[in-house]
């Protein structure tokens, strides 16, 4: 997409003092709002919170965004919430990228400035990413659940009876006559000294 048409909301949250203590959260946000294609740029204190959401909803409306990237903690724990609130805002939730400035940064760098000078470059990627997203829509499909192992040496066999075991139809392929790969060639195995095959 033309740079010109991209408008990001870039939001820098405190995590109260989980994030705010060690990184510079409000230089960082100062440092996005002279990224390329940056419409606007803010910190606050908890942006999962109700009035955090609603801050990007607004924007999202108010300020026409296009992209939204949330630098905060781990996209494993708060993606589905900032998807959705770009969604009710009436963006694509898919063009929202996060960056983990929490677990990826002050909670792992102590010193105050090199933490925040991560916590930077972190955006950075960030809004560069988000603005090479694409709209996309979520379907569900039927699948069938089996699984195709190759190679029956012993951790192909190990990986088909766990997952036999597990319940999952499996279909164990080796290209040689037998199974056993080079397990089935030793003699015996140490310690136990038990046959290999
Ligand atoms: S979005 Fe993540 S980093 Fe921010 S307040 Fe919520 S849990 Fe903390």
């Known amino acids: 997409m033309n740079l010109s048409k991209i408008r990001t909301g870039v939001y820098v ?8 203590a060690t990184v510079d959260v409000a230089e960082v946000a100062n440092f996005a709002k002279g990224l390329g294609g940056v419409a606007i740029a803010r910190d606050y204190t908890y942006m999962c919170s109700d009035p955090g959401q609603e801050l990007i909803k607004q ?3 108010e300020l026409g965004l296009n992209r939204v990237v949330v630098a905060s903690c781990s996209p494993l724990m708060h993606e589905p919430t900032f998807r959705r609130a770009c969604e009710e805002g009436g963006l694509n939730p898919f063009f929202f990228q996060m960056a983990n400035i929490r677990e ?17 470059s972190l955006v950075a990627a960030a809004v560069r990413r988000v603005h090479h997203h694409n709209p996309l829509t979520m379907r569900q499909v039927e699948m069938t659940p089996a699984a195709l192992v190759v190679g029956g040496g012993i951790a192909g066999i190990e990986a088909a009876l766990k997952m036999a075991d597990a319940g999952k139809q499996v279909y164990l392929v080796e290209r040689e006559p037998s199974i056993g790969g080079h397990m089935a060639q030793l003699y015996k195995t140490f310690p136990t000294l038990d046959c290999a095959a």
């Open 13 to 20: 949250c405190h995590c109260g003092t989980n994030i705010a």
């Open 59 to 61: 924007d999202i409306q």
């Open 104 to 120: 990826h940064c002050s909670w792992v760098v102590d010193d105050r400035s090199q933490a925040t000078s991560k916590a930077k």
